[in-house]
T-cell receptor
Framework: DGGITQSPKYLFRKEGQNVTLSCEQN?????MYWYRQDPGQGLRLIYY???????QKGDIAEGYSVSREKKESFPLTVTSAQKNPTAFYLC??????????????FGPGTRLTVL | SQKIEQNSEALNIQEGKTATLTCNYT??????LQWYRQDPGRGPVFLLL?????KEKRKERLKVTFDTTLKQSLFHITASQPADSATYLC???????????????FGKGTKLSVKP
């Protein structure tokens, strides 16, 4: 059963702590993405990766870091440098990066709350 | 850079009517435009893709149009049902000069409510 999974579904963090969000896909997709969604806002791109061991900053990368050591996995770390980390985080994947041509498959999301 | 406007934050309609949602963009026309559905607390789900040389695309009760002159896409749901209630997002390539350059960018979405 192919798909994309994210864990945990809910995450609480104290200020000043780093936290890592997991994203795994078994769709054999090359491209993976991390988005942030705030109430009333569209999806904003944090980081994306076209291939293993390579990733690029999106529009709002400050305070975040990623790695792509395996094709299936693209974890996101929210660092203490991120000033307003409370949000809904979505991971997605697609066959390729060609803008607008490839549909994106999304995970169920992780809701991060900073206490 | 390319910008997307979905000019209705919310749309309320009666069951059985046709819902029409609007997506406008600002710069050169993208080669492709996509529509997604998002339910509360869940990730978006892909619905339809339309190419710039296609004026219309249909899938069951869904219909999408793409007018590059107006820089607009319309998304229609015919014979709407309460189960169609969700937020609908349009998405297209972010490249300033159109085509398929750049990453996918998403509109803020239109929240559709279908009342029985």
């Amino acid at each position: 059963d192919g798909g994309i999974t994210q864990s945990p579904k809910y995450l609480f963090r104290k200020e000043g702590q780093n936290v890592t969000l997991s994203c795994e896909q078994n769709l054999n997709h090359d491209a993976m993405y991390w988005y942030r969604q705030d109430p009333g806002q569209g999806l904003r791109l944090i980081y994306y990766s076209q291939i293993v061991n390579d990733f690029q900053k999106g529009d709002i990368a400050e305070g975040y870091s990623v790695s792509r050591e395996k094709k299936e996995s693209f974890p996101l770390t929210v660092t203490s440098a991120q000033k307003n980390p409370t949000a809904f985080y979505l991971c997605a994947s697609s066959m390729g990066l060609a803008g607008g041509y490839n549909e994106q498959f999304f995970g169920p999301g992780t809701r991060l709350t900073v206490l | 850079s390319q910008k997307i406007e979905q000019n209705s934050e919310a749309l309320n309609i009666q069951e059985g009517k046709t819902a029409t949602l609007t997506c406008n963009y600002t710069n050169y026309s993208p080669a492709y435009l996509q529509w997604y559905r998002q339910d509360p607390g869940r990730g978006p789900v892909f619905l339809l893709l339309i190419r710039e040389n296609e004026k219309e695309k249909r899938k069951e009760r869904l219909k999408v149009t793409f007018d590059t002159t107006l820089k607009q896409s319309l998304f229609h749901i015919t014979a709407s049902q309460p189960a169609d209630s969700a937020t609908y997002l349009c998405a297209l390539a972010s490249g300033e000069y159109g085509g398929s350059q750049g990453n996918l960018i998403f509109g803020k979405g239109t929240k559709l409510s279908v009342k029985p």
